[in-house]
């Protein structure tokens, strides 16, 4: 069955770290595949797609994630931490035949001083 | 704002009773998407509409459940005869149009089934 999955549910950093969140998918046919935020008491918000025009891929807010067949990885990382990257963050998949986004379990991502 | 609207953002209610939970799409938006969010969990699909129709309602856990998009705009998810695990964040999505996985969330109805 296809599916993503979501390593490590909280994640913290210092601010100025390095920020890893891990995604892993599986899937027969390479799949589209998102990240999304959801910052405190707002709505989800798309970060970042890969819709295998290039593997890696630039989002909003400096984040990035790149697109790895052989690893079936799609990772998100920025370089820097910031205070307001505390959030909760899911990796999503979509088949070319499919119409729903069908979500990983998430990370929150905390960051401290 | 043009965004997604839901109401109401909380809602408590107890076991047995019915309860409605409306959302207004981003304006021109054809498809809908309804999600629920349990505690812990990431959405878990329910139901998609394009246009009016139900297009995919495979996530509706069982006939206490249904939704309606009369005019292709605002939809209604309907739960009836409410239990203790209907309890979760319902989330509505919409689109500008299919398969293309980009979707503008709203802020959610928490509803609590006491």
């Known amino acids: 069955a296809q599916s993503v999955t979501q390593l490590g549910s909280h994640v913290s950093v210092s601010e100025g770290a390095l920020v890893l969140l891990r995604c892993n998918y599986s899937?027969?046919?390479?799949?589209?595949l998102f990240w999304y935020v959801q910052y405190p008491n707002q709505g989800l918000q798309l970060l970042l797609k890969?819709?295998?025009?290039?593997?890696l891929v630039k989002g909003i807010n400096g984040f990035e994630a790149e697109f790895k067949k052989s690893e079936t990885s799609f990772h998100l990382t920025k370089p820097s931490a910031h205070m307001s990257d505390a959030a909760e963050y899911f990796c999503?998949?979509?088949?070319?035949?499919?119409?729903?986004?069908?979500f990983g379990t998430g990370t929150r991502l905390q960051v401290t001083l | 704002g043009a965004g997604v609207s839901q109401t109401p953002s909380n809602k408590v209610t107890e076991k047995g009773k019915y309860v409605e939970l409306r959302c207004d799409p981003i304006?021109?938006?054809?498809?809908l998407y309804w999600y629920r969010q349990s505690l812990g969990q990431g959405p878990e699909f329910l139901i998609y509409?394009?246009?009016?129709?139900?297009?995919?309602d495979s996530g509706l856990p069982n006939d206490r459940f249904f939704a309606v998009r009369p005019e292709g705009s605002v939809s209604t998810l309907k739960i009836q005869r409410t239990e203790r695990g209907d309890s979760a964040v319902y989330l509505c999505?919409?689109?500008?149009?299919?398969?293309?996985?980009?979707?503008?969330f709203g802020e959610g109805s928490r509803l609590t089934v006491l």
């Open positions: 999505a919409s689109s500008p149009g299919p398969h293309t996985g980009e979707l503008f």
């Open positions: 899937s027969s046919v390479p799949p589209y």
């Open positions: 890969y819709t295998s025009a290039a593997t």
């Open positions: 999503a998949f979509l088949t070319g035949t499919a119409s729903k986004l069908t």
């Open positions: 304006s021109g938006h054809t498809a």
């Open positions: 509409f394009q246009g009016t129709g139900a297009a995919d």
